[in-house]
């Protein structure tokens, strides 16, 4: 659809990444021209001109700018962010060789606030947080592979001492290091919970659909169908108010939902491990509830965290199982959204232990016609997203297990390439089931509900008024997502 040069200046003033390479606009003020996205000081209207291609805003006589590198975009090259990214994946090969975030700094060759602006818009996160997380990865590695002393393994991945490294640890994973190791022979484990966990937010979250035929909730015992790289099993979380203990029982086998053809399959002895990163998510342990506590206080919005200053975000137990809660429930209510899902489950999967049944595989999604979802209440275009999406992750042109070592800027563009997969889909799914911190799923009804309730505004924002509302909690928005949506909720027992 053709666009007006007023909307377009209004995507322009908007900083609208979405709008990167429908147009390019130029300042014949300054003899540049700029991506929409651009965040450049923003030129007065009647200094623009917008043109289709950078080869037309070249043959106008104006240059390309060199802050939002519109010539690399259309060509499809972004080097900025191949930089950042050939720098993360060095650390994280070699976290003991930068002492600290200011070792990453140096070794970047930007300036001090460049690189934490450029970590905080492409990973979600901080030099110095990406660092502590690629030393506690090199430690569960050797954790998992060998039998070194833990004070080896902590001088080894970079950490100044072995209480450090124990403290870090137990806080992210729930574990020491000791019942790290010792999970490599184990089919259940017990979870430490942080202080002033939130187990009635937790219970809300995994007991949110009674008739579902993967979870079951039944007083404090939750027990869940899941897909490991070996195949389903079964899991079984026992709740209390300062631990979790888990059980892990196998199911029967069938390829893993998310291993791209080729990939090699863990052997059996790394079930309690798989199942215990899964877990982690579940939990939301590795989230910074504290931090967006401190934040949304200190803007002067702590009815925001109320009475749940710790809630943590319930991550799905797969990506696949995200991506497909992503595409149905697209402009549906949740309840139907629900039984659509159990349509699709009845049909692909079949019981696995009782009345639980192993959740869908991509192979099995792929396998259907689109004739087959129709038949149980699926929209044309759903039925298509689903199917076509599914043989792309079967087929190995989609990678799941991939997304969660890219970049949050990496895994967006390669989610936005997926046909059915919109801005809502794509933020919903990186941070419901990715895990990235600072995910905004724009047009979500529970966000701008949320935001007029708590600003107190006569109505709903609009995209870009929610965009700009919800800046100021970066780099945290996708647990100030969680907390909008529960705002207005009662607060569980």
């Not at 947080?129 to 592979?145: M, P, S």
């Not at 275009?381 to 792309?392: P, S």
């Amino acid at each position: 659809m053709r666009m007006t040069n007023a909307t377009m200046f209004a995507r322009v003033l908007a900083s609208d990444a979405g709008c990167n390479g429908r147009f390019f606009f130029g300042v014949t003020s300054t003899g540049i021209y700029c991506l929409p996205a651009c965040r450049a000081k923003k030129p007065k209207e009647k200094n623009i001109r917008f043109f289709p291609t950078v080869e037309a805003a070249r043959a106008a006589g104006l240059r390309a700018c060199k802050k939002c590198h519109p010539d690399d975009f259309a060509r499809g090259a972004d080097p900025v962010l191949e930089t950042v990214e050939a720098l993360v994946a060095e650390v994280r090969a070699n976290p003991a060789a930068f002492a600290d975030a200011a070792a990453i700094v140096r070794r970047s060759g930007f300036g001090t606030t460049r690189v934490f602006e450029l970590f905080r818009q492409h990973y979600h996160t901080t030099p110095a947080d990406l660092l502590l997380r690629a030393r506690l990865d090199a430690a569960k590695c050797a954790l998992r592979g060998g039998d070194a002393p833990l004070a080896t393994i902590a001088a080894d991945a970079g950490f100044e001492s072995l209480s450090v490294f124990h403290g870090n640890f137990r806080r992210l994973n729930g574990l020491t290091p000791a019942a790290y190791r010792g999970l490599r022979e184990a089919r259940g484990f017990t979870v430490a919970l942080p202080d002033g966990y939130l187990l009635g937010y937790l219970r809300r979250a995994l007991s949110r659909d009674a008739h579902s035929l993967t979870e079951r909730m039944e007083g404090d015992v939750y027990t869940s169908a899941v897909q490991l790289s070996t195949g389903p099993v079964l899991l079984t979380l026992r709740l209390a108010p300062e631990q979790i203990q888990v059980e892990v029982e196998r199911g029967s086998p069938t390829r893993s939902a998310e291993n791209a053809p080729g990939r090699r399959v863990p052997p059996s002895d790394s079930l309690a491990v798989e199942a215990h990163a899964l877990v982690v998510g579940l939990l939301g342990l590795d989230q910074d509830a504290t931090a967006f506590g401190r934040l949304a206080k200190r803007l002067g919005l702590a009815r925001l965290v109320a009475e749940r200053q710790e809630l943590r975000i319930t991550q799905t137990p797969s990506v696949f199982d995200g991506l497909l809660w992503a595409i149905i429930g697209q402009q549906i209510n949740l309840s139907f959204a629900r039984v659509l899902m159990r349509r699709l489950i009845e049909h692909v999967s079949g019981p696995l232990a009782g009345e639980l049944y192993a959740p869908p595989t991509p192979a099995a999604v792929a396998a259907l016609e689109p004739h087959d979802l129709l038949a149980r209440q699926f929209s044309r275009q759903k039925a298509g997203y689903l199917i076509a999406t599914a043989r792309l992750i079967a087929g190995g042109q989609l990678d799941l297990a991939a997304l969660r070592a890219m970049s949050a800027t990496r895994a967006e563009r390669t989610l936005l390439a997926v046909r059915g997969l919109g801005a809502w889909s794509v933020n919903y799914l990186m941070m419901r089931a990715l895990g990235f911190a600072d995910c905004l799923p724009l047009g979500d009804t529970g966000v701008t509900s949320g935001l007029q309730s708590l600003l107190r505004l006569d109505e709903r924002p609009d995209f870009d008024a929610t965009r700009r509302l919800m800046a100021v909690f970066a780099p945290h928005r996708s647990l100030a997502t969680a907390h909008l949506w529960q705002l207005n909720q009662p607060i569980p027992v």
